[in-house]
């Protein structure tokens, strides 16, 4: 074991959760720590991106939605998964556990607690999830990338600093790039992406859209857009039919960059979507996933609207005409993009996984929260708890 201790990270298996914790996971190796990933099997996918990392799956389930016999079934399977946790703990004995959320942290961060572990969580969204909620207070620490998170229960208020979403080395790398908006002649690059998975009414509302810009408008226009599988040859067809030039794909391993080269983004609002797009400082209409537990994309997209950074498109509002009225407007006004990507750019947290790492370390070695985050530049525990919510940086 490394002299600066092994800490444990448990994760849900989607991107959301998992890019901060690879974030902070490369922080903490380049520390000197050792790291063990506890996710699940979608997990696994990512293995690549957690070079030096051991990684472990979990068994795990959750009782919502779920009938009486589904809920018992679903419970036995989680005290099963904590148990098999606890003893890896055991073997372990790592110096700090650390939880980001999802239902597959629930078993590990239980055993943290049953063997009194030094233990934390992070919170990525403006909502706090109901995994995170549940575990909370049973935290020593808790890191917000907003303050006073909704939903956060009131015996953790003061346990929570401050960090911001930690966003990959990839995203930090892209920061550095001034945006500059597009003037009255020229490209006009245009991403659109949908999460991991796509999005079905951007693949089929925005090309539609752009075939109603005017002419000399849409033929600016270089479009990199996300698709779903079984919406890509549509969405080619839709743009080669009204002459747009565009590179659609189902994925693309080069997304902080290509973010970096947008003059305007069209997204959905997941936690890592929103503190990417701040920390590289591009403007955005962001459509929150509708159907996401808790509406906690609507306070993510919410949280950068009200600073200037975006633009609001509820997807039951998302007709062909607003989008296409949006676009022009917004195109054609090169300072209200200008203004929105200066003000994206002021509410990013390029330093969240150094001053997450730095929470972390602080809890491993019996500090506190209010310690950290005196550390770290933060907003102490007791000033977030005091804050009305949505107000600090």
């Known amino acids: 074991m490394s002299k600066a201790g092994r800490i444990v990270i448990a994760a849900g298996g989607t991107g959301g959760h998992l890019f901060p914790a690879q974030a902070l996971a490369n922080e903490l190796i380049a520390r000197g720590h050792e790291i063990t990933l506890i996710t699940d099997e979608r997990g696994m996918r990512w293995q690549d991106s957690f070079e030096g990392t051991d990684m472990v799956t979990s068994s795990s389930a959750t009782i919502a939605r779920r009938g009486l016999v589904g809920k018992v079934q679903a419970l036995m399977t989680i005290m099963s998964a904590v148990w098999s946790n606890y003893r890896l703990l055991e073997r372990m004995r790592p110096a700090a556990v650390v939880g980001f959320g999802g239902y597959p942290s629930i078993p590990p961060m239980i055993a943290a607690v049953l063997r009194r572990l030094p233990r934390a969580i992070h919170e990525q969204n403006g909502v706090m999830g109901r995994a995170n909620r549940a575990l ?169 609207v009200e600073a200037g950074g975006a633009w609001l498109m509820p997807q039951k509002e998302m007709s062909v005409e607003a989008v296409r009225k949006l676009l022009t407007d917004l195109l054609e006004d090169s300072s209200a993009l200008q203004g929105a990507a200066d003000a994206a750019k002021e509410m990013g947290r390029p330093r969240a996984a150094q001053e997450l790492a730095d929470l972390v370390e602080s809890i491993a070695k019996g500090g506190n929260s209010n310690e950290a985050s005196g550390k770290n530049g933060g907003q102490t525990a007791a000033e977030l708890a005091s804050a009305p919510k949505g107000e600090g940086k």
């Open 136 to 304: 909370a207070p049973h935290m020593t620490a808790v890191g917000v990338t907003v303050p006073n998170p909704v939903g956060i229960p009131a015996k953790a208020r003061t346990r929570q600093t401050l960090v911001g979403n930690p966003v990959r080395v990839e995203v930090v790398k892209q920061a550095g790039r001034k945006y500059i908006a597009p003037g009255a002649e020229g490209d006009i690059n245009l991403l659109v992406f949908g999460g991991s998975q796509g999005a079905a009414i951007l693949s089929t509302v925005v090309p539609e859209a752009i075939g109603l810009l005017s002419e000399p408008l849409r033929q600016r226009l270089k479009v990199c857009q996300q698709s779903r599988p079984e919406d890509l040859e549509k969405v080619r067809t839709l743009y080669e039919d009204i002459g747009v030039m565009a590179l659609v794909e189902t994925f693309y391993n080069d997304m902080p960059q290509r973010m970096r080269d947008a003059h305007l983004v069209i997204s959905r609002s997941g936690a890592s979507t929103v503190c990417e797009l701040m920390v590289i400082g591009r403007p955005s209409i962001l459509v929150p996933l509708p159907q996401a537990l808790d509406g906690d994309q609507a306070a993510n997209a919410r949280y950068l």
